[in-house]
């Protein structure tokens, strides 16, 4: 199994700022590589597919980066409706894996 | 609009079935695979099973095989979820989601299961 391994689990910012959010593969995933974004209570979003594609309707601060075993998701300037939680998946192969989230909070 | 309402949750007690269903609309429901994703209490995302367009390909993470069915019904736009022989660790909200290319573009509300005697 592939596993994904998620940094950082909890990361505090301020609006506007920038802030990456990194995925690490324990294979290489050949960017097979989705970000999603939960908040409380609701079901996930899907920011972006096969690493660096924006889903239609999210936001350009939102972007991905990465290949082989490192991925990143990064926002560019953070909004107040950023403050949420974010999950990585691998795709690449079943079974299929997500990393353990990072919980973006306000400074 | 793409809709996933599931439909089929509650408490049971370990060992004993339960059948999540998911209702599709708004897209050709037989176009897409489709799949059930879980989480935990306070935890994260784990993939559960997923489903070919046709029904014909399924395929499932360990710790559910032999126990839990994905299924499909086109003709009736529905995805399904048999869970059998329940364990206290299935205690989740699952909820049914879209494959379209790359997993997964849209989700449904989620329902909770919770199994404990």
């Known amino acids: 199994d592939i596993q994904m391994t998620q940094s950082p689990s909890f990361l505090s910012a301020s609006v506007g700022d920038r802030v990456t959010i990194n995925c690490k593969a324990s294979q290489n995933i050949n960017k097979y590589l989705n970000w999603y974004q939960q908040k409380l209570g609701e079901a996930p979003k899907r920011l972006i597919y096969n690493t660096n594609n924006l889903q239609t309707g999210i936001p350009s601060r939102f972007s991905g980066s990465g290949s082989g075993t490192d991925y990143t998701l990064t926002i560019s300037s953070l909004q107040p409706e950023d403050f949420a939680t974010y999950f990585c998946l691998q795709h690449n192969s079943f079974p299929l894996t997500f990393g353990s989230g990072t919980k973006l909070e306000i400074k | 609009e793409v809709q996933l309402v599931e439909s089929g949750g509650g408490l049971v007690q370990p060992g004993r079935s339960l059948k999540l269903s998911c209702a599709a609309s708004g897209f050709t429901f037989s176009n897409y695979g489709m799949a059930w994703v879980c989480q935990a209490p306070t935890k994260g995302l784990e993939w559960v099973a997923s489903i070919s367009t046709g029904g014909g390909n399924t395929y499932y993470r360990d710790s559910v095989k032999g126990r839990f069915t994905i299924s499909r019904d086109n003709a009736k736009n529905t995805l399904y979820l048999q869970m059998d022989s329940l364990r206290s660790e299935d205690t989740a909200t699952y909820y049914c989601?879209?494959?379209?290319?790359?997993?997964?573009?849209?989700w449904g509300q989620g329902v909770m299961v919770t199994v404990s005697s």
């Open positions: 989601a879209r494959q379209a290319g790359a997993p997964f573009d849209y």
